[in-house]
């Protein structure tokens, strides 16, 4: 198997829509397809690399999720707890100044009323530069009406990146402590976490461009096709001043998340008991309006509802979602498949035709 995804992978490098990408497909827990495409580093010449480092943008995001139900799990927390338990400095209010109370599931599922866009442009969303901790940046994130009350809406947001602030208070120490006491330190995500395992590794960045996409600068602005435009900062995996984004601030490698959601999809091994997967991998957020057609929201990400409205190849029930840098990932129960599409190349690798054309690609050849 294989066919058509290499000739989708090897199209969008021949065509300069990716620089360098890499695919990880599992199906009934055995690894059937495994594929590098394009360049690691274009202008030295070298092959993109097999189990690169990549900065991983909200591929973050489940990682996180995941912590705070294991931390859950073991009754350090709970669904129904307030933000402002745990976050004291942490509570915003209505446009007319009426109290919002957010709870840890709110934050979960992007009910919260928060944003990923400030007209205080001193806050950090997670991907820009910033030298701000968690309550300082946070503060004033609380002092911005919410866009509606908790649980009324839905709205992609920073809300990943508060839960990080709510985690690392709990476990006493930094949210890399957190994640690694809870996820990564059991699953042996060894390359994975607020840090970078290898420099030799790490992917170089690129940006959309024309007529090729372009190494990142620091900072970066990538305009996405909805006329938004995301700011990058390459270097703030590095920095020891920004608060560790857990929305967006981990690095780390295709085998470690390719082993994180199979371990979802299995049940949640060591690390999550059965129910608090099917918990997260559930719709949460019952018909709240989503623009994303057939598709609901869990705790790990978007639950594909009906999949001819949703466009998808892929069976009722999957979890999917992304990562700017360049990231695409799948989760689908009913056929045992997990994905990890990886590339060093944003937004086209998370956000453009690639990982839709690749995940097309998958099925047709597993058919």
Known sequence: MGARVNAVMDEAVSGNKIVGSELIVYRHGELILRRTAGHFDRKAGVPMIENAIYRLASVTKPIVAATALAMIDKGLLRLDDLVSKHLD???????????????????????????????DETISTGLGPTDKDFRTNFSKVAAAPLLFAPGTGWTYSVAIDVLGAVLAAVQGGSLQDAVHAHITGPLGMDETGFFVADKARLAT???????????????????????????????????????????????????????????????????????????????????????????????????????????????????????????????????????????????????????????????????
């Open 205 to 367: 960045p690129y940006a959309d461009g024309t007529p090729e996409p372009t190494v990142m600068t620091d900072p970066q602005f990538v305009a996405g096709e909805d006329g938004g435009t995301v700011m990058f900062s390459p270097s703030r995996i590095f920095s020891d001043k920004a608060f560790q984004s857990g929305g967006a601030g981990m690095a780390g490698t295709p085998e470690n998340i390719a082993k994180f959601l199979e371990t979802l999809r299995k049940g949640g091994g060591s690390v999550l008991k059965p129910e608090t997967v099917a918990l997260g991998f559930s719709n949460r957020i019952g018909d709240i309006f989503r623009q994303d057609q057939g598709q609901r929201f869990g705790y790990f990400g978007a639950i594909v509802d009906d999949p001819e409205a949703a466009a998808s190849p892929s069976a009722k029930g999957t979890i999917n979602w992304g990562g700017v840098y360049g990231h695409s990932w799948l989760v689908d129960p009913a056929n045992a498949i997990t994905i990890v599409s990886m590339s060093n190349t944003a937004l086209e690798g998370c956000t453009g035709r690639y990982p839709k054309d690749l995940i097309r690609a998958v099925y047709a050849d597993l058919n």
């Open 89 to 119: 400095y942490f509570t915003p209010k209505l446009e007319d100044g009426s109290p919002a109370p957010i709870t840890i599931h709110h934050l979960l599922t992007h009910t919260s009323g928060l944003a990923y866009g400030y007209a």
